[in-house]
Every structure is written in structure tokens, then in C-alpha cells.
């Protein structure tokens, strides 16, 4: 029990550090809450229409692809830390792994899904042309 100590211990400090953290900023910090403060931040653009448009397949699809080669990275990691003691074997798995993500990779760009210009989405329909009702609705801080 004694080697999970020292584990113990840095979990105590960690979890005590945020909890201390939050207490005294909520305690010492400043309190001047504006509508703009208070308002839902997404991606730096003023929230605008209704919050139940449609979206686009491909952010969910991209979104797929990125958990797909994120878990790549996370099998790279192990093999990389044994990659003496595994030898040629290992050598030759890893390969065949990259391979048949690289074989997927081709797949989806061959799809079209890493295509993002409106050219090749047949969803989409010609935006306004840009003028001051445009500049207006996309200007920071300016309410519709």
C-alpha cells in the first residue's frame, strides 16, 4: 500500500488545488455581468437564427474521421515505448496498421468528404450577395 501513497497524495493536492481555485475566484473575483458576458459564446460569432437549422453531414463525419486517426495515435504511443523489444514483428504490424488507415484515408478523400468548398456540396445554395445587411449580421457585438 505504500507505493499508492505517493498517488494518493498528488491526487489529494490536484483535486484540492481546482476546488481552492474555484472557491477563491468566486469569492475575490469581479462580479459585472453584461448581456454580451452572459450570452452562449460560439466559435467567436454572434449567435444568429434558430438553433435548430441543419447541419451538415460532413461536421459529423470529419468529426469520425478525427476520432479515428486520435485512437491511432493512442495505439502509436504503446508500440513506440516497446519498439526495441518487439523487433521485426512489431515492426511489420505497425506497418500493416498505417497501411490500412492510409487505405481509409484514400477512401474519404476519394469520397469527397474533406471537401469543404461550396462546389462540391450539393446542399448548397448561393449565398447573398455581400452588402450591408451582410456585414451587419456578422459584425461582433450587434444583436438582429
Known amino acids: 500500500m505504500s507505493g499508492w501513497?505517493?498517488?494518493?497524495?498528488?491526487?489529494?493536492?490536484?483535486?484540492?488545488?481546482?476546488?481552492?481555485?474555484v472557491v477563491i475566484s468566486r469569492f475575490l473575483g469581479p462580479r459585472n455581468p453584461t448581456p454580451e458576458k452572459l450570452a452562449a459564446y460560439e466559435c467567436g460569432m454572434?449567435?444568429?437564427?434558430?438553433a435548430r437549422e441543419?447541419?451538415?453531414v460532413k461536421f459529423y463525419l470529419i468529426a469520425m474521421i478525427f476520432l479515428l486517426f486520435d485512437i491511432e495515435v493512442a495505439f502509436l504511443y504503446p508500440w513506440?515505448?516497446?519498439?526495441?523489444?518487439?523487433?521485426?514483428?512489431?515492426?511489420i504490424q505497425i506497418t500493416v496498421f498505417f497501411l490500412i488507415l492510409v487505405v481509409g484515408y484514400i477512401y474519404i478523400w476519394r469520397k469527397g468528404v474533406l471537401d469543404w468548398g461550396p462546389e462540391f456540396d450539393p446542399d448548397?445554395?448561393?449565398a447573398p450577395k455581400p452588402g450591408p445587411a451582410v456585414v451587419k449580421r456578422y459584425r461582433y457585438g450587434?444583436?438582429?
Not at 501513497?5 to 481555485?21: E, T
Not at 513506440?80 to 515492426?91: F, Y
Request: avoid cysteine; charge should be positive; hydrophobic fraction near 45%.
Open 46 to 50: 454572434p449567435p444568429v437564427g434558430d
Open 80 to 91: 513506440a515505448m516497446t519498439m526495441r523489444t518487439l523487433g521485426w514483428p512489431g515492426l
Open 54 to 56: 441543419r447541419q451538415s
Open 124 to 126: 448548397y445554395q448561393h
Open 142 to 144: 450587434t444583436r438582429n
Open 5 to 21: 501513497g505517493g498517488i494518493l497524495l498528488l491526487a489529494v493536492i490536484a483535486i484540492g488545488f481546482g476546488v481552492v481555485s
